[in-house]
Nanobody, 123 residues
Framework: QVQLVESGGGLVQAGGSLRLSCAASGRTFSWYTVGWFRQAPGQEREFVAADSMNGRSTRYADSVKGRFTISRDNANNAVYLQMNSVKPEDTAVYYC????????????????WGQGTQVTVSS
């Protein structure tokens, strides 16, 4: 079992930056691939970014590529999402997730989820 708790959400102006954090506890964190997803009101939960167990392989949704950066600190059981040049369409609840095995963009492949943190981007 892995427990995940997100933090760092809030209100930010378009063009600004925000850094989300995800604290993990439970099983050995370095065994897990981690991902960030987001869900806007009335929409499906969508993939944002993922990072492999050793942090050497990342993938991003096209909508955030070049603006967002995922990173992890296995020594401190933490995952981060640095969000730069944010846009109003980035407004959503952001979720941290974890799975065994390779990085993936399908939400159904992830076994563990946090409770989410709200990000609101004003225009």
């Amino acid at each position: 079992q892995v427990q995940l708790v997100e933090s760092g959400g809030g209100l930010v102006q378009a063009g600004g930056s925000l850094r989300l954090s995800c604290a993990a506890s439970g099983r050995t964190f370095s065994w897990y691939t981690v991902g960030w997803f987001r869900q806007a009101p009335g929409q499906e939960r969508e993939f944002v970014a993922a990072d492999s167990m050793n942090g050497r392989s990342t993938r991003y949704a096209d909508s955030v590529k070049g603006r967002f950066t995922i990173s992890r600190d296995n020594a401190n059981n933490a995952v981060y999402l640095q969000m730069n040049s944010v846009k109003p369409e980035d407004t959503a609840v952001y979720y941290c997730a974890a799975k065994r095995g390779a990085t993936a963009s399908e939400k159904n492949e992830y076994d563990y989820w946090g409770q989410g943190t709200q990000v609101t981007v004003s225009s």
